[in-house]
């Protein structure tokens, strides 16, 4: 690991930021980060929570957060295990491999389809997603930041570009920081989130409306990011694309932040 103090530069491409504690051990960036992310992302949800009430009971809430927690944690590995099929053909059987690597897309797929699950399970017909918007946005920027500091070991750095924001992460090559442009998006995502909170909405619009914003940017950001195509696109952009047209008959209202006053 490379100890970083004062600057943030990378001298290996295998190896990534180590944060000096002044304890007896470093730190990876990147675990501290994602770290973060969970512990931001879960106080920023419990202060929206406190702050403007809940559409449904706390016993139902937890289990819709349980749910949420296992189809994030399954579904972000599940399509991991797509991004590289040959990969994954050659290492199908192999426990390591099956449960290294995760996928945010993923996470957020399989944590849909688990809360869809366990609501109809347990009765629930509200939209529960609202309060999980923001946060999700504050929780993956930061996570992206570790990403970031990562390098090249993280796999989610961009292609080589000759802009002048281009990042070497200690190979000798300037990348697109891929990461850097999805915290920038997701801090844009949050301020109009925080926006259309204010104003008269459909319940469930907020969690719709990041899910489209961050589902249209991985479909865009992909394709300034090393992949194995299928058809043309990888299997994270086909995943979005689905999404995409999952929530295309919300689109109207989301677009246009039509004022509704009976839910769906």
């Known amino acids: ?25 470093d730190a990876a960036a990147h675990w501290i980060f994602e ?28 289990l819709v957060v349980a749910a949420a927690i296992a189809g994030a944690a399954l579904g972000s590995k599940v399509l991991n295990w797509f991004v590289d099929p040959s990969l994954f053909l050659r290492n199908w059987n192999n426990p390591y491999f099956l449960m290294s690597g995760k996928t945010v897309v993923g996470g957020l797929i399989g944590g849909l389809s688990a809360v869809e699950w366990a609501k109809r399970r347990i009765g629930v017909k509200q939209r529960t997603g609202d309060l999980f918007a923001i946060p999700l946005c504050a929780g993956i920027a930061v996570g992206r930041i570790g990403c970031f500091l990562a390098g090249l070991e993280d796999d989610t750095y961009g292609v080589t570009t000759n802009l002048p924001w281009g990042v070497d992460f200690g190979d000798g090559v ?20 925080r926006h259309l909170s204010r104003k008269p909405h459909r319940q469930g ?22 992949g194995n195509a299928i058809a043309g696109l990888t299997a994270i952009q086909w995943a979005c694309a689905a999404m995409l047209i999952y929530y295309a ?8 932040a039509r004022k509704v006053e009976k839910n769906d």
């Open 174 to 193: 300037a990348r697109h920081p891929a990461q850097i442009y999805e915290v920038v998006w997701l801090g844009l995502i949050a301020l109009w989130l």
């Open 249 to 256: 008959r919300d689109l109207p209202y989301l677009i246009c």
């Open 205 to 226: 619009d907020l969690f719709k409306t990041f899910m489209v914003a961050y589902f249209a940017f991985r479909l865009s950001v992909e394709f300034l990011k090393p």
């Open 35 to 62: 770290s973060l992310a969970y512990f931001i992302g879960f106080r920023i949800y419990l202060q929206l929570r406190n702050r403007s009430g809940d559409v449904v009971t706390t016993e139902q809430r937890w």
């Open 1 to 25: 690991m490379i100890r970083r103090h004062s600057s943030l530069t990378f001298n290996s491409p295998s190896q990534p930021v180590t944060l000096h504690l002044n304890f007896r051990y």
